[in-house]
C-alpha cells in the first residue's frame, strides 16, 4: 500500500475519527500537525452541523475544510461555502410524510442553526450532541428564515426498519441516507459527502489516486468511491466494508491515525 502520493484525505467523525464516547483522541492532534507540514488537505466530512464538527476540531478548525449535513454544505476558511439546498416546496411535502411516522423525531438542519420541536429534555441532550447551535419552535412547518440543508429524522430502534420504508419512494428525487442505527438523512439530490469530495479534488487538481477517505456508514459510500485509497473502519456497515478498498482499525482502536501514522511515515522518508 503506497501512501506516498497522497495530497488529500478526508474522513468522517461518527464511528470513524471519534470513538464510541464521541472522543477524538488524544494524540490525533499531533499526527495532524505532522500532516499539515507535508502539505496534504485534511477534511472533516459528517452528517453533523458544521458548528458541532469545529466544537471537536477546535484546535484544527483554521486549517482543515468542513463537509457538514452530508455534504450539503461546504466550509473552508475565508471563502464563501459551497451550499446545496432543499427548496421551502419540497420541505413540507416530505414534513407531511414524516408527521405520519409515529415514535420519530424530526430535525430541520439550517445553515444558521437547527430546528425542533419540543420532544423532552432526554432526546435534546443526545440531539445537542450532534447539533450544537439548535432552537425549539412549536411547529415545524412555520416559515423558517434560514436555508434548508437537511431534514435528519432520529428513531430510537433501528432508523433502518422504522423509518426508511415510509420514504424510500422518495430515492429517485432526493438523497435519502441511512447515516448511522438511528439516524435517517434527507437531502438534495447531489448534496453528499461524494460529490463534495469530486468538488474538492476538481478545485484542487487532485485525483482519486491521491485521495485517502475513512467511513463506516452509508452515508460516506459515495465519498468511499471517490477515492483509490478508501478504508472502512473495522466497525462499519457491511455495505461500507464492501464498497472500500481497505480495511483499518476500529474508531475504539484508532483506526484512522493508524493509517495516518503509516502515511506520515512513507512521505517522510520520500522527502528525507
Same mark, same amino acid.
Given at each position: 500500500?503506497?501512501?506516498?502520493?497522497?495530497?488529500?484525505?478526508?474522513?468522517?467523525?461518527?464511528?470513524?475519527?471519534?470513538?464510541?464516547?464521541?472522543?477524538?483522541?488524544?494524540?490525533?492532534?499531533?499526527?495532524?500537525?505532522?500532516?499539515?507540514?507535508?502539505?496534504?488537505?485534511?477534511?472533516?466530512?459528517?452528517?453533523? +452541523? #458544521?458548528?458541532? =464538527?469545529? !466544537?471537536?476540531?477546535?484546535? $484544527?478548525? /483554521?486549517?482543515?475544510?468542513? %463537509? &457538514?449535513?452530508?455534504?450539503?454544505?461546504?466550509?473552508?476558511?475565508?471563502?464563501?461555502?459551497?451550499?446545496?439546498?432543499?427548496?421551502?416546496?419540497?420541505?413540507?411535502?416530505?414534513?407531511?410524510?414524516?408527521?405520519?411516522?409515529?415514535?420519530?423525531?424530526?430535525?430541520?438542519?439550517?445553515?444558521?442553526?437547527?430546528?425542533?420541536?419540543?420532544?423532552?429534555?432526554?432526546?435534546?441532550?443526545?440531539?445537542?450532541?450532534?447539533?450544537? +447551535? #439548535?432552537?425549539? =419552535?412549536? !411547529?415545524?412547518?412555520?416559515? $423558517?428564515? /434560514?436555508?434548508?440543508?437537511? %431534514? &435528519?429524522?432520529?428513531?430510537?430502534?433501528?432508523?433502518?426498519?422504522?423509518?426508511?420504508?415510509?420514504?424510500?419512494?422518495?430515492?429517485?428525487?432526493?438523497?435519502?441516507?441511512?447515516?448511522?442505527?438511528?439516524?435517517?438523512?434527507?437531502?438534495?439530490?447531489?448534496?453528499?459527502?461524494?460529490?463534495?469530495?469530486?468538488?474538492?479534488?476538481?478545485?484542487?487538481?487532485?485525483?482519486?489516486?491521491?485521495?485517502?477517505?475513512?467511513?463506516?456508514?452509508?452515508?460516506?459510500?459515495?465519498?468511499?468511491?471517490?477515492?483509490?485509497?478508501?478504508?472502512?473502519?473495522?466497525? &462499519?456497515?457491511?455495505?461500507?466494508?464492501?464498497?472500500?478498498?481497505?480495511?483499518?482499525?476500529?474508531?475504539?482502536?484508532?483506526?484512522?491515525?493508524?493509517?495516518?501514522?503509516?502515511?506520515?511515515?512513507?512521505?517522510?522518508?520520500?522527502?528525507?
Amino acid at each position: 500500500m503506497d501512501l506516498s502520493k497522497i495530497k488529500l484525505i478526508a474522513t468522517d467523525m461518527d464511528g470513524t475519527l471519534l470513538n464510541s464516547k464521541g472522543e477524538v483522541s488524544s494524540h490525533f492532534f499531533d499526527i495532524f500537525n505532522e500532516i499539515k507540514k507535508l502539505g496534504i488537505t485534511f477534511v472533516a466530512a459528517s452528517g453533523r +452541523q #458544521y458548528y458541532s =464538527i469545529i !466544537d471537536k476540531l477546535t484546535p $484544527i478548525k /483554521d486549517d482543515i475544510i468542513v %463537509i &457538514a449535513e452530508n455534504g450539503a454544505i461546504t466550509i473552508e476558511k475565508d471563502k464563501e461555502p459551497q451550499i446545496i439546498d432543499i427548496n421551502r416546496a419540497t420541505y413540507l411535502t416530505i414534513l407531511d410524510i414524516l408527521k405520519k411516522i409515529n415514535g420519530s423525531q424530526i430535525i430541520l438542519c439550517g445553515r444558521k442553526k437547527s430546528y425542533i420541536t419540543d420532544y423532552g429534555a432526554d432526546f435534546i441532550n443526545m440531539f445537542s450532541e450532534f447539533y450544537n +447551535q #439548535y432552537e425549539i =419552535i412549536d !411547529d415545524l412547518s412555520n416559515a $423558517i428564515n /434560514d436555508t434548508y440543508l437537511k %431534514i &435528519a429524522v432520529y428513531n430510537q430502534y433501528d432508523a433502518e426498519k422504522f423509518i426508511y420504508p415510509y420514504v424510500k419512494h422518495l430515492e429517485n428525487d432526493l438523497k435519502i441516507k441511512i447515516s448511522g442505527k438511528n439516524w435517517l438523512d434527507l437531502s438534495h439530490k447531489l448534496a453528499n459527502k461524494g460529490h463534495a469530495i469530486q468538488q474538492l479534488q476538481s478545485n484542487l487538481n487532485i485525483t482519486p489516486e491521491e485521495t485517502l477517505v475513512f467511513g463506516d456508514y452509508n452515508n460516506d459510500l459515495e465519498m468511499i468511491q471517490q477515492a483509490k485509497y478508501s478504508f472502512a473502519m473495522d466497525n &462499519a456497515h457491511p455495505t461500507i466494508i464492501n464498497a472500500a478498498n481497505y480495511r483499518t482499525k476500529s474508531n475504539n482502536e484508532e483506526g484512522v491515525e493508524y493509517i495516518l501514522k503509516q502515511l506520515i511515515s512513507q512521505q517522510q522518508k520520500v522527502i528525507y
